[in-house]
């Protein structure tokens, strides 16, 4: 009896191990694809059309982690999609890590913008933040942000549960606590008549079928995925 119990806690102490070197691989992966961003001014669309200013701010996924280009990324594309109609001048604050408060010390033109798209609060959610300084966070951001423009678009928390990169038990975590950071964010987009919340954690039912969605990090999303993120904020825009 002794030995089995030897074995079956050599066992566990082996996928241990095994699994926190898997981890860090891939997150060492995801700090060197963190730091190819698309976080500056763009324009796009013909000079004779309708001008259209658009502030896009967050984290990672806004700022283009994992996508091959900006066109390809989440902030091109809506930028690109825009331009159909407008002209437009696309201003990316975004950076990885950010945080919900991250965006209070951000500096936000006071020029007013004709859409802002924040897409936040994954990081909240991969560093568990208390849920009442999440609340107090999310309440001033959308109280800033939300005077600056005519319509305001908030997306996040996103799948962290899903990145394979992760232990599967702390997914399970993230899985039960993602909802609870969600629901904070929607309540507080409810507030206001020009704030559209989108859920990634249940995505609108009329998005296509998708691909492969994660980088080479397991963790940050591809071209694929970035396609998804933007499918999302299509139906708001």
Do not use: C
Request: without cysteine; hydrophobic residues 40%.
């Amino acid at each position: 009896m002794r030995k089995m119990i030897l074995l079956l806690l050599a066992f566990i102490l082996i996928a241990i191990l095994v699994q926190v070197i898997y981890t860090t691989y891939y997150l060492r992966k995801g700090s060197l694809l963190s730091q190819t961003v698309y976080s500056q001014t763009y324009e796009a669309g013909d000079k004779i059309k309708p001008v259209f200013k658009v502030l896009v701010t967050g984290d990672s996924i806004a700022a283009g982690v994992g996508s091959s280009s900006f066109e390809t990324s989440v902030t091109g594309r809506i930028a690109n999609y825009l331009s159909e109609n407008h002209h437009v001048i696309l201003k990316n604050g975004a950076y990885s890590g950010a945080k919900m408060a991250d965006l209070l010390n951000r500096p936000v033109s006071a020029e007013k913008q004709d859409l802002i798209v924040l897409i936040v609060s994954s990081n909240n959610l991969f560093r568990f933040t208390d849920l009442s300084e999440f609340k107090k966070a999310t309440k001033e951001v959308l109280s800033r942000y939300s005077i600056l423009t005519n319509k305001l678009i908030i997306v996040g928390p996103g799948r962290v549960f899903d990145a394979p990169a992760l232990p599967w038990l702390l997914r399970q975590v993230y899985k039960i606590q993602a909802p609870k950071y969600a629901a904070i964010i929607g309540d507080e987009a409810k507030r206001y008549p020009n704030i559209i919340y989108i859920n990634p954690i249940n995505p609108p039912k009329s998005l296509p079928e998708y691909g492969h969605t994660l980088a080479d990090d397991n963790f940050h999303p591809n071209d694929e995925g970035h396609r998804f993120w933007f499918d999302m904020i299509k139906t708001g825009l």
